[in-house]
């Protein structure tokens, strides 16, 4: 089983390390099916045992058919390789009653998702201000997701609020900057209440990679891999600009990988209240 690991990691040959925060800050909405300047066309999960081999691997190449402000999940190619299984299905989501819509009004996108022919989840994403806040409604319980996220420098900040009805959700705080060794690689931190410190987190499954390969975009996240392709070459469009990522200048003697706050200021080190969302 260790061919299919090599099968899958050659697809990633030739690719190069583009910066995480960057990267993170592009590629978040569509890990969500909130498609505003990428959509996810393949994901690739594998399971590798105690010695190291890839036991079961699958790989979903997801078909979008529109155009890159209003489309919709047309297909899905199911490969499954395992020591017990080996087949290719073609899902037609239609049918199967899972369908995901994603379709954009000014600053503003909407998605809509299904799962066994009955409302999922839906979701907006709001990128008109320096903060993007992207909310998520799962139906079946009235789970409200709460995420924002705002890009400073190589640094991207990130607030998320889990809330129920009966049970208001607490803030929990992050922020992703990229490893000096390597850029593609994301620094991952937690701010923890009860120590009232910054922590990075350093488990296999805060393991966070970004590599280029040609126009897509490859995430690599512990058994993992996530392919995007920018919607205007995916859906064709004419090419536009980029919604939600602002190019963001550095002073002369600034470094790379400093703490900054959200306006970009060099600080001597990081606090919770440097969180202030617009």
Not at 207 to 223: C, I, M
Not at 247 to 261: L, T
Request: hydrophobic share 30%.
């Amino acid at each position: 089983m260790k061919k299919i690991l090599s099968f899958i990691l050659f697809l990633v040959v030739g690719a190069y390390a583009v910066k995480c925060s960057e990267a993170m800050f592009r590629l978040l909405p569509a890990m969500k099916f909130l498609n505003h300047d990428y959509t996810m066309v393949k994901d690739v999960s594998f399971w590798v045992n105690g010695n190291g081999d890839t036991t079961y691997s699958s790989i979903d190449t997801y078909k979008w058919i529109g155009a890159s402000k209003k489309h919709e999940l047309d297909s899905v190619l199911r490969e499954k390789l395992g020591p017990y299984e080996f087949y290719v299905d073609s899902i037609d989501v239609s049918k199967n009653g899972s369908e995901y819509f994603y379709e954009e009004n000014g600053a503003v996108g909407q998605m809509n998702r299904t799962r066994n022919n009955e409302p999922y989840f839906t979701g907006t994403l709001d990128f008109s201000g320096d903060t993007v806040v992207m909310k998520r409604l799962r139906l079946t319980d009235s789970a409200l997701y709460d995420q924002r996220f705002y890009l400073s420098n190589d640094t991207m900040y990130w607030t998320s609020v889990i809330s129920r009805p009966s049970k208001p959700g607490t803030p929990a705080y992050f922020y992703y900057t990229n490893d000096p060794s390597d850029e593609g690689l994301c620094l991952s931190y937690e701010y923890k209440n009860d120590s009232l410190k910054w922590t990075l987190l350093t488990s296999d499954v805060e393991r966070k990679t970004f590599r280029q390969l040609g126009d897509t975009l490859v995430y690599t996240e512990s058994e993992s891999m996530l392919y995007f392709l920018p919607n205007n070459i995916l859906y064709g469009d004419a090419p536009h600009t980029t919604g939600i990522l602002r190019n963001i200048k550095r002073k002369p003697n600034e470094k790379s990988n400093g703490f900054y706050d959200l306006k970009g200021r060099l600080q001597a080190r990081r606090d919770p209240i440097g969180f202030y969302f617009r």
